[in-house]
C-alpha cells in the first residue's frame, strides 16, 4: 500500500470491539534514516526481525498458535493484545517507517506499555500521560542503557571530559525530580531490637522481620520481610543503640505461598497469593546525611565530575551515567529538550543518591577497582 500523504500516527486497540492501536500523528514525519535503508522499502515496512517473529496472512499477524498478535493497517497498527512483546514490536515498526510521534488508543495498560517502548527509543507520544515515577524509570533506562559503553571507558578520560557547562541549569519542569527524595519518607530513631518472629507476634501467622525504634513518639515496630535482607546488606551495618534510619525505597510485585484454613481454623492446604512487597533500606543515621550531600553534589552543574568524585567517591558510576545521557542527547535535536534530558537524568540519579539507593556500579578498563562494591548492586532492577 503506498504510503499516505498526510504524516501518519500510529494507533493500538485493545479488543474486538476497541482495538489497543498506535498511529502516525498528525506532524511531519521524518524519513527513514540511512541505517534503515535496507529494512525500510517503504512507509508500511515491517522490520525483517519483526516478520519472522510472526505468521503474516494479508495485513494480519500471528502467533505460531494462531492467536492474532497485531493487524497492519498502513498508518495505523491495531492490537487485541497488550502483550509487551507485541508492544515492543509495534514501536519497532512506527520507528522504522519513519514516525516521530504516535497516537495512542486503548486500554491504560496497553497506552502505558506503548509509551514506555516508544520513549525509550525516542518517539513523541500522545494519548497517555505518565506520572513522575513513570518517567523517572525511563529515564533511568535509557542512563543506565548508555552508562554499559561509557563504563567501559577509563575513569580518568571520562571524568576528564565532562564539562559542568554541557549540562547547563536544572530547567524549571526538572525540578519536580530534584524533590522526590525530600518528600520520601525516612522514619528514624534509636534501634531497639530487630529479628524474625511470626507476624504481629500472632502465634498462627507466617514469619517475617521486625525492627523496633524508639522515636520521638515513643515505640514503633515495623513488618516487612525484606528487612531481613536489608540488614545483612547494610552498608554501615547498625546495632542495637545506634540511631538508624529506615526507607523503603520501592514497592514490588510478589507471589506469595499463605496457608489455608476451614472455619474452624485448622489447615487444609497451601495457595498463592499476589501482594505487594516493600523493599528496604536500613543504615546508620550518618549515612543518610552522607548521602544528601551526595545528593546536593550531583545536582550541582557547577560541581565539575572530578571534584565531585573526589569529595564523594562513590559517585564515580553516577557520574559516568550523567557522562552517558550527555552522549545519548546528542541524539535530540531540539537544545531544549537535550538541557532538559540531561536534567531529569541528573535530577533522577541525584534523588536514588538521597534516597540511599544501591549506587550504579563502575566497571573499567583501567582501573578494576575504584570502591568497595556495594552488594545491593549486584540484584536484579525491578521490573517496569
Known amino acids: ?5 498526510s504524516p501518519p500516527s500510529a494507533n493500538f486497540d485493545a479488543s474486538d470491539r476497541k482495538l489497543n492501536s498506535v498511529r502516525a500523528s498528525e506532524r511531519r514525519r521524518s524519513p527513514p534514516s540511512a541505517e534503515h535503508a535496507s529494512t525500510v522499502a517503504s512507509a508500511n515496512a515491517v522490520p525483517e526481525t519483526i516478520a519472522k517473529r510472526f505468521i503474516q496472512v494479508k495485513n494480519r499477524y500471528y502467533f505460531p498458535d494462531g492467536t492474532r498478535a497485531f493487524t497492519d493497517r498502513g498508518s495505523r497498527l491495531t492490537t487485541p493484545s497488550e502483550n509487551t512483546e507485541v508492544v515492543r514490536s509495534l514501536v519497532r515498526i512506527a520507528q522504522a517507517r519513519g514516525w516521530h510521534e504516535i497516537t495512542l488508543r486503548g486500554s491504560e495498560r496497553f497506552r502505558q506499555e506503548a509509551w514506555v517502548q516508544a520513549s525509550l527509543v525516542g518517539l513523541q507520544v500522545r494519548g497517555y500521560t505518565p506520572s513522575e515515577v513513570e518517567q523517572a524509570r525511563v529515564v533511568r533506562t535509557l542512563a543506565r542503557e548508555q552508562g554499559r559503553e561509557a563504563g567501559a571507558l577509563s575513569a580518568g578520560s571520562d571524568l576528564d571530559s565532562i564539562a559542568p557547562s554541557a549540562v547547563g541549569e536544572l530547567p524549571a519542569r526538572a ?3 530534584a524533590s522526590r527524595a525530600a518528600r520520601a519518607p525516612l522514619l528514624t530513631g534509636g534501634l531497639l531490637d530487630h529479628g524474625r518472629a511470626p507476624y504481629k507476634q500472632d502465634p498462627k501467622a507466617a514469619m517475617s522481620y521486625f525492627l523496633k525504634l524508639k522515636t520521638a513518639r515513643g515505640e514503633q515496630v515495623i513488618w516487612g520481610v525484606d528487612l531481613e535482607r536489608a540488614f545483612k546488606e547494610s552498608l554501615t551495618k547498625p ?3 545506634d540511631e538508624v534510619g529506615l526507607r523503603s525505597i ?3 510485585p510478589v507471589t506469595v505461598r499463605v496457608a489455608t484454613r476451614d472455619e474452624a481454623g485448622k ?3 497451601e495457595g ?4 505487594i512487597r516493600n523493599r528496604w533500606v536500613v543504615e546508620k543515621l550518618e549515612f543518610f546525611e552522607s548521602r544528601a550531600a551526595a545528593a546536593r553534589t550531583v545536582l550541582d552543574a557547577s560541581v565539575s565530575p572530578r571534584q565531585g568524585s573526589a569529595n564523594h567517591p562513590e559517585l564515580v558510576g553516577t557520574y559516568l551515567q550523567v557522562h552517558a545521557a550527555q552522549l545519548a542527547a ?3 535535536r531540539d537544545p531544549e ?5 540531561v536534567a531529569m537524568v541528573r535530577a533522577t540519579l541525584a534523588d536514588s543518591v538521597a534516597r540511599g539507593e544501591p549506587l550504579p556500579a563502575v566497571r573499567l578498563r583501567e582501573r578494576a577497582k575504584l570502591r568497595t562494591p556495594d552488594p545491593r548492586e549486584r540484584e536484579p532492577q525491578a521490573s517496569r
Do not use: C, Q
Not at 500500500?1 to 500523504?5: G, N, Q, V, Y
Open 1 to 5: 500500500m503506498a504510503a499516505p500523504e
Open 175 to 177: 525540578a519536580p525530580y
Open 239 to 241: 546495632e542495637r543503640g
Open 250 to 252: 520501592r514497592r514490588e
Open 267 to 269: 489447615l487444609t492446604g
Open 272 to 275: 498463592s497469593v499476589e501482594k
Open 330 to 332: 546528542r541524539m535530540i
Open 337 to 341: 529538550d537535550r538541557a532538559r534530558f
